[in-house]
């Protein structure tokens, strides 16, 4: 059992960077304006080669989720809970949420983005919006 590690690739590293600067940032399309996540070098919209990069508001809603009770990684002890969450500008990611939550009936909830220290690397996980 090892540590759990991103994989960084050359399309995906600035928004790596950003997260280690607490910013999650996503490609958009130059052409159409499209996101694309996970990011690569074509938009699947336009198929143009050309992107920068924008960053999104944090906010968004849980479409699905899941508790792990299993140890994969030295770094993620269980339990923790992983969810797909339906960022507001339009790609879905997987993150982890925080907080302390009871397992139960998480989707639809709107939740928002916060940066947490993970084994000396900054990730990007969600917590239920209270005020949402
Ligand atoms: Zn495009």
């Known amino acids: 059992m ?9 399309d995906d590293r600035i928004m790596w960077d950003g997260i280690e600067h607490g910013e999650l940032k996503l490609q958009s399309c130059s052409h159409c304006r499209t996101l694309r996540y ?3 070098p ?3 919209e336009c198929l143009s080669m050309e992107s920068n990069w924008v960053p ?6 849980i479409l699905s989720w899941v508790t792990f009770h299993k140890r ?3 770094d993620f002890p269980p339990p923790y809970n992983s969810v797909a969450v339906r960022l507001d500008e339009g790609p879905i990611i997987m993150s982890n949420l925080v907080g302390d939550e009871p397992e139960g009936s998480w989707i639809g909830k709107r939740v928002r983005l916060e940066f947490v220290d993970h084994d000396g690397r900054r990730q990007h996980a ?3 919006d209270r005020a949402g």
């Open 56 to 61: 999104v508001a944090g906010t968004g809603t």
């Open 38 to 40: 996970p990011p690569g």
């Open 2 to 10: 090892g540590k759990s590690q991103p994989v960084m690739s050359i």
């Open 42 to 44: 074509i938009c699947a």
């Open 72 to 74: 994969y990684f030295d």
């Open 126 to 128: 969600v917590r239920i």
